[in-house]
């Protein structure tokens, strides 16, 4: 999250509170009431954004893990590309010279 999103979701928890606050008092709670009630929603939607976190970190879903996954990916059919064009650039001999020195090391 940028601090520009943390800001951003902060004026918006501010404004929740504030818009819940003025809808108890239109509903008919005295002040000490809404700003209780107001704060009780601030909490649960708290406690709900917090939960969906633990369960993103659980199932293993988490931003970075994806951004991670889909590096290595990109990483992998980068390498892959960038061998078999130098493979097919090399002689037939050189191809295969480095085929048997590979089979030589896998044993």
Known sequence: ???GNVVFAGL???LIGGLGYWLFLVLGLDSPSAGIASEAILVLLLLGWIS???LRVIRG???????RKRYRESYEKVTEKALE???DSMSEEEQISLIKEIEIDKQ
């Open 85 to 87: 064009k130098k493979f």
């Open 12 to 14: 918006i928890a501010f």
């Open 1 to 3: 999250m940028t601090k």
């Open 52 to 54: 969906s976190y633990f």
């Open 61 to 67: 879903k988490m931003t970075f893990m994806e951004q």
